[in-house]
């Protein structure tokens, strides 16, 4: 097994568009690293590339200690999963599964008893006469699975597999695989779309946009510190809440200004490791909101006055264990160009932006009525609005 | 205007117009086979009569299902629209398949019955049995090559760039444009051969030999070498059919699985003859069988060329021969009836494989 490192590598098409910009990225030895961005943001490139099918236009990739970018394909060891997974059709499972290793000239006895291991570990041993087209979605991405596993490479490659199949097999089978990943211990590189299938999947994530990578870390430090404005927005779901504000200092009392008529007091731990929020008093910041920090002022009884606001009740979603809860607030959202996340449509009213709140499902707030929402400011996000970077020291 | 009138005026007008369009068609037919006409008004009053005549059988069968009681109706209906066909293909297809059928089990005037001697004798006579052989060679050589190299430039071609790989196509393709019997006299031209003394040779082929220091050959008369110079047409017309079909279906092919197949550690070699050879496999066949059916049918070229002497007769030539320069419709029906018999199991072959296509899609 080996390791994945990116060193300043960049993908350019002859039409000039540059579809990977620049990238470093060590993905280590036995890691699940789950690279996640928006559709056109160069993530299947960047997996092309190790998987050879892509040229690397400038910079080195390395598996292990060998540079491949001149290395064919079929000698760099891996094995990867396609989207429509790309069974040949005309070949049994068993002959899916073992196509790669007949290419390698394995002895026929050995062929049929790795692709029996195969075949057991992902429940496939009834399937293995089968064509591809007899066989369901599901067990279509356990052959395409199957494919990888058998060959023991060093690097696994899975390019949104899940994405044909419905949703209840997608959960299903994001556990499979991650269960499957841990047990043979092989460096994964997996690409997504799904900021979802990326936290709960991976040791680590990497987001990208726009061919640059924006940040690498553990799914839960880049969903609590999430480095840029677009790391923030993209990765949670319902998305952060993004507004303009600017921070104020009345009396010694410091508070966000949202608009001429609503503001939120600062608590004391909203400076705590970052100390040099201090330095931008007076002037303009984006401030982010996790839907979970907006709370039932009703039921959050511990949150002082300053800060809370009042807004109208636009729309509720009972989900049963909570309710999503979308409040009317005089503020101005932020909202990146390229940020194109999928369950965060922007909606506005006349009152104002919307925001999203995650209430108790204990709450009783009606579409409608005006209520009063408390707000966490303790994990509120603070980030310059001219480079679009977390303020932290 | 009451109602009563309207409808009065409309049946009036319909009777009228039936009878206006009625007298127009009955006009025409005499006209278009009057020989004292000019010749481009019946051309034109030909085609008029065709579409407003097919035009009224379709609307007068139509109106009468109508009339029909309604349970009848929509059963009788698609046969408005099928029968005339089924009808046509009946008397023009069907009938003559029969009666071709009768007739090579009776003698040269088709008078007496005289068993299967026709067909002994086919199978007797040697210039009969060299058009067989010969039949057989242009059945197995021709579609091999138009199929093979068919598939190799509908392969290379998908390698080249856009520009180019329409540009190759277009012109392998062009053959498939020019009758069987243009492209016999274009290749006449290529084989063609005079004595020493009888000037120039104008022959490509010649021009060529010649100019490398050889004596002049009379390509057509070299048996049975000849058999295969004029296969060498027909491979020449096929090939472009094939590749452009090939190159369909290549195409078909997902990329992933090439990729997939590649990864897996397959070369340009492994990947035509394991991946994508056996995803089109079912389109080589429906191309090979329907070049087959052509070679079979192949008259024109040999007809043309040679004339069917010096060894080269096929089949469907020998047949034309036999009915039309020896007068002996017992051996013409008789070839007519191997013929027909030899397409059957490859038409069979050739409409599974298409129904199997159809089924994947």
């Given at each position: 097994?080996?390791?994945?490192v990116f060193?300043?590598?960049?993908?350019?098409?002859?039409?000039g568009?540059?579809?990977v910009?620049?990238l470093?990225l060590?993905?280590?030895d036995?890691?699940?690293?789950?690279?996640?961005?928006?559709s056109?943001?160069g993530?299947?490139?960047?997996?092309?590339?190790?998987a050879?099918l892509?040229e690397?236009?400038?910079?080195k990739?390395k598996?292990g200690?060998?540079?491949v970018?001149?290395?064919?394909p079929?000698?760099?060891?891996?094995?990867?999963?396609?989207?429509?997974?790309a069974?040949?059709?005309h070949?049994t499972?068993?002959?899916?599964?073992?196509?790669?290793l007949k290419?390698?000239?394995?002895?026929?006895?050995e062929?049929r008893?790795?692709v029996?291991?195969?075949?057991?570990?992902?429940?496939?041993t009834?399937?293995?006469?089968?064509?591809?087209?007899?066989?369901?979605?599901?067990?279509r991405?356990?052959v395409?699975?199957g494919?990888?596993?058998?060959r023991?490479?060093?690097?696994?490659?899975?390019?949104?597999?899940?994405?044909?199949?419905?949703a209840?097999?997608?959960?299903?089978?994001?556990?499979?695989?991650?269960?499957?990943?841990?047990?043979?211990?092989v460096?994964?590189?997996y690409?997504?779309?799904?900021?979802?299938?990326?936290?709960?999947?991976?040791?680590r994530v990497a987001v990208?946009n726009?061919?640059?990578?924006?940040?690498?870390?553990?799914?839960?430090?880049?969903?609590?510190?999430?480095?840029?404005?677009?790391?923030?927005a993209?990765?949670?779901s319902?998305?952060?809440?993004l507004?303009?504000?600017?921070?104020i200092?009345?009396?010694?009392?410091?508070?966000?200004r949202?608009?001429p008529?609503?503001s939120?007091?600062?608590?004391?731990?909203?400076f705590?490791?970052r100390d040099?929020?201090?330095?931008y008093?007076g002037?303009?910041?984006?401030?982010?909101l996790?839907?979970?920090?907006?709370?039932d002022a009703?039921?959050?009884?511990?949150f002082?006055?300053?800060?809370?606001f009042?807004?109208?009740?636009?729309?509720?979603?009972a989900?049963?264990?909570?309710?999503?809860?979308?409040?009317a607030l005089?503020?101005t959202?932020?909202?990146p160009d390229?940020?194109?996340?999928?369950d965060?449509?922007?909606?506005?009213?006349?009152e104002?932006?919307?925001?999203?709140?995650?209430?108790?499902?204990?709450?009783?707030v009606?579409?409608?009525q005006?209520?009063?929402?408390?707000?966490?400011?303790?994990?509120?996000?603070f980030?310059?609005?001219s480079?679009?970077?977390?303020i932290?020291? | 205007m009451?109602?009563?009138?309207?409808?009065?005026?409309?049946r009036?007008a319909?009777?009228?117009s039936?009878?206006a369009?009625?007298?127009?068609?009955?006009?025409s037919?005499?006209?278009?086979t009057?020989?004292e006409?000019?010749?481009?008004?019946v051309?034109?009053?030909?085609i008029?009569l065709?579409?407003?005549?097919?035009?009224?059988?379709?609307?007068?069968m139509?109106?009468?299902?109508?009339?029909l009681p309604?349970?009848?109706?929509?059963?009788?209906?698609?046969w408005?629209?099928?029968?005339?066909?089924?009808?046509i293909?009946?008397?023009?297809?069907?009938y003559?398949a029969?009666?071709?059928?009768?007739?090579?089990?009776?003698?040269?005037?088709?008078?007496e019955?005289?068993?299967?001697?026709?067909?002994?004798?086919?199978f007797t006579?040697?210039?009969?049995?060299?058009?067989?052989?010969?039949s057989?060679?242009?059945?197995?050589?021709?579609p091999?090559f138009?199929?093979?190299?068919?598939?190799?430039?509908?392969?290379l071609?998908d390698?080249l760039?856009?520009r180019a790989e329409?540009?190759?196509?277009s012109?392998?393709?062009?053959?498939?444009?020019?009758?069987?019997?243009?492209?016999?006299i274009?290749?006449?031209?290529?084989?063609?051969?005079?004595?020493?003394g009888?000037?120039?040779q104008?022959?490509v082929?010649?021009?060529?030999?010649t100019?490398l220091?050889?004596?002049?050959?009379?390509?057509?008369?070299?048996?049975?070498?000849?058999n295969?110079?004029?296969?060498i047409?027909?491979?020449?017309?096929e090939t472009?059919?094939?590749?452009v079909i090939?190159?369909?279906?290549?195409?078909?092919?997902?990329?992933?699985?090439?990729e997939?197949a590649?990864?897996?550690?397959a070369?340009d070699w492994?990947?035509f003859?394991?991946?994508?050879?056996?995803?089109?496999?079912?389109?080589?066949?429906?191309?090979?069988?329907?070049?087959?059916?052509?070679?079979?049918?192949?008259?024109?070229i040999?007809?043309?060329?040679?004339?069917?002497n010096?060894?080269?007769?096929?089949?469907?030539?020998?047949m034309?021969?036999?009915?039309?320069?020896?007068?002996?419709?017992?051996h013409?029906?008789a070839?007519?009836?191997?013929?027909?018999?030899?397409?059957?199991?490859?038409?069979a072959?050739?409409?599974r494989?298409?129904r199997i296509?159809e089924?994947?899609r």
């Amino acid at each position: 097994m080996a390791g994945v490192v990116f060193e300043d590598v960049t993908k350019e098409y002859p039409n000039g568009f540059k579809a990977v910009k620049n990238l470093d990225l060590d993905i280590r030895d036995g890691e699940f690293l789950v690279m996640v961005g928006p559709s056109g943001c160069g993530k299947s490139t960047t997996l092309r590339m190790i998987a050879g099918l892509e040229e690397v236009s400038a910079g080195k990739i390395k598996i292990g200690d060998r540079v491949v970018n001149d290395v064919h394909p079929k000698d760099r060891d891996i094995a990867m999963v396609f989207q429509n997974y790309a069974l040949y059709p005309h070949m049994t499972v068993a002959d899916n599964i073992g196509f790669a290793l007949k290419l390698a000239k394995r002895p026929k006895t050995e062929i049929r008893d790795r692709v029996l291991d195969a075949a057991k570990l992902l429940d496939l041993t009834e399937q293995l006469d089968k064509k591809p087209a007899q066989l369901s979605g599901g067990q279509r991405q356990r052959v395409a699975m199957g494919r990888a596993i058998v060959r023991t490479p060093q690097v696994f490659l899975l390019d949104e597999p899940l994405s044909n199949l419905d949703a209840k097999l997608r959960v299903q089978m994001r556990a499979e695989i991650t269960h499957l990943q841990r047990k043979v211990g092989v460096t994964t590189f997996y690409v997504t779309h799904d900021q979802i299938e990326a936290m709960t999947m991976a040791d680590r994530v990497a987001v990208i946009n726009f061919g640059v990578l924006q940040q690498v870390a553990p799914p839960q430090e880049l969903f609590d510190r999430p480095d840029n404005i677009f790391v923030a927005a993209f990765i949670g779901s319902p998305s952060m809440n993004l507004l303009e504000g600017t921070l104020i200092d009345e009396d010694g009392s410091i508070s966000v200004r949202l608009s001429p008529s609503a503001s939120i007091g600062a608590s004391e731990k909203m400076f705590a490791g970052r100390d040099v929020l201090k330095s931008y008093v007076g002037k303009q910041v984006v401030v982010g909101l996790r839907p979970k920090d907006l709370k039932d002022a009703a039921l959050s009884t511990q949150f002082p006055q300053s800060q809370r606001f009042r807004g109208e009740i636009f729309n509720v979603e009972a989900l049963g264990y909570e309710r999503m809860v979308y409040v009317a607030l005089d503020a101005t959202r932020v909202v990146p160009d390229e940020v194109l996340v999928a369950d965060g449509d922007v909606l506005t009213s006349d009152e104002g932006t919307i925001v999203t709140a995650r209430f108790d499902s204990k709450s009783s707030v009606k579409i409608g009525q005006t209520a009063e929402v408390a707000v966490d400011m303790d994990n509120a996000h603070f980030f310059d609005p001219s480079t679009g970077l977390a303020i932290r020291d | 205007m009451s109602p009563a009138t309207r409808l009065w005026l409309v049946r009036a007008a319909w009777i009228g117009s039936t009878i206006a369009t009625g007298a127009a068609v009955v006009w025409s037919a005499g006209f278009i086979t009057d020989p004292e006409a000019n010749r481009g008004l019946v051309v034109i009053a030909a085609i008029a009569l065709g579409v407003v005549g097919v035009a009224l059988l379709f609307k007068g069968m139509d109106f009468l299902v109508d009339r029909l009681p309604a349970r009848y109706q929509e059963a009788v209906r698609p046969w408005v629209f099928v029968g005339p066909a089924v009808f046509i293909l009946g008397i023009y297809l069907v009938y003559p398949a029969i009666n071709t059928t009768v007739l090579s089990f009776k003698g040269r005037n088709s008078q007496e019955w005289v068993g299967l001697q026709n067909f002994t004798d086919i199978f007797t006579d040697h210039d009969s049995l060299i058009s067989l052989r010969n039949s057989l060679l242009w059945v197995i050589i021709v579609p091999l090559f138009a199929v093979g190299i068919g598939l190799a430039f509908a392969t290379l071609a998908d390698k080249l760039g856009r520009r180019a790989e329409a540009t190759a196509k277009s012109i392998i393709f062009m053959p498939m444009a020019i009758s069987m019997v243009g492209a016999a006299i274009v290749w006449l031209f290529v084989y063609s051969f005079r004595p020493p003394g009888f000037g120039s040779q104008i022959g490509v082929l010649n021009g060529l030999w010649t100019g490398l220091g050889n004596n002049p050959v009379a390509w057509l008369l070299q048996e049975p070498w000849n058999n295969l110079y004029l296969m060498i047409i027909l491979i020449w017309l096929e090939t472009g059919f094939a590749m452009v079909i090939l190159s369909a279906a290549i195409k078909a092919v997902p990329e992933e699985i090439i990729e997939a197949a590649r990864i897996d550690g397959a070369n340009d070699w492994q990947i035509f003859w394991r991946v994508t050879f056996p995803t089109i496999a079912s389109t080589v066949v429906v191309v090979a069988t329907t070049i087959v059916i052509t070679v079979w049918k192949v008259f024109d070229i040999v007809f043309v060329m040679t004339g069917g002497n010096f060894g080269t007769s096929v089949v469907a030539q020998r047949m034309v021969t036999e009915f039309f320069t020896f007068r002996n419709a017992g051996h013409g029906a008789a070839f007519a009836v191997i013929l027909f018999v030899a397409v059957i199991p490859v038409m069979a072959i050739n409409v599974r494989q298409f129904r199997i296509q159809e089924e994947r899609r």
